[in-house]
C-alpha cells in the first residue's frame, strides 16, 4: 500500500475548494461503502425468519437511532449532489465557474438534508 499516497489525501495546505470537496466526497464514499456492507450484514437476519428481522427492527426504529440517520441522510446527500456537480463539471457544464456551482449544489443538499431529516424524525416519532 501506498501510505505516502494516502497521507497526501489529508495534506490540506495551499488546496482550493475542489480538493476539499473531493476529501468530502472521497470519505462520504467510504463511509457509503461502510454503511452498505452493513445493511447487506443485517439483511441476512431474513435467513433466520420474521421474528428475528422484525426484532432488529425494533432497535432501528427506536429514537436512539435518529442521529444515525440524520447523519446518514447529510453524508449520502453530499456525495451526490456533489457528484451530480462533479459530473456536469465533465460534461463541459459550468467549467470556470466552479466554485459557484459548488455553493449552489452545496445550499441545494443543505435545504434537502433539512427536509429529509425532518421527515425521518416525524416518522421516528409516529412509531
Ligand atoms: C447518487 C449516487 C452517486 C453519485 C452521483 C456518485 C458520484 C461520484 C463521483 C462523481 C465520484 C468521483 C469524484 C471525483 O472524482 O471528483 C465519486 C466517488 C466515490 N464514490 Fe460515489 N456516487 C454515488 C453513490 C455512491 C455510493 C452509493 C457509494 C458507496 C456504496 C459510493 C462510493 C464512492 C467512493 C468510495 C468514491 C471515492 C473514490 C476515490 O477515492 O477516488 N458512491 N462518487
Do not use: C
Not at 7 to 24: D, N, P, Q, T, Y
Not at 61 to 68: A, H, I, Q, R, V
Request: aromatic share 22%; proline share 2%.
Amino acid at each position: 500500500m501506498n501510505l505516502k499516497g494516502v497521507k497526501a489525501w489529508f495534506r490540506f495546505r495551499g488546496r482550493r475548494l475542489g480538493f476539499v470537496s473531493f476529501f468530502f466526497q472521497r470519505f462520504s464514499g467510504l463511509f457509503l461503502l461502510a454503511y452498505l456492507y452493513l445493511h447487506l450484514y443485517d439483511l441476512r437476519l431474513l435467513v433466520q425468519g420474521p421474528s428475528a428481522y422484525e426484532a432488529f427492527l425494533g432497535v432501528t426504529t427506536s429514537l436512539w437511532f435518529l442521529p444515525l440517520y440524520v447523519i446518514l441522510f447529510g453524508v449520502a446527500i453530499y456525495h451526490g449532489a456533489n457528484g451530480l456537480r462533479v459530473m456536469l463539471n465533465e460534461f463541459g457544464y459550468g467549467v470556470g465557474k466552479s466554485r459557484q456551482l459548488f455553493w449552489v449544489f452545496a445550499v441545494g443538499a443543505m435545504i434537502l438534508w433539512i427536509i429529509a431529516s425532518y421527515v425521518i424524525a416525524s416518522l421516528l416519532f409516529n412509531m
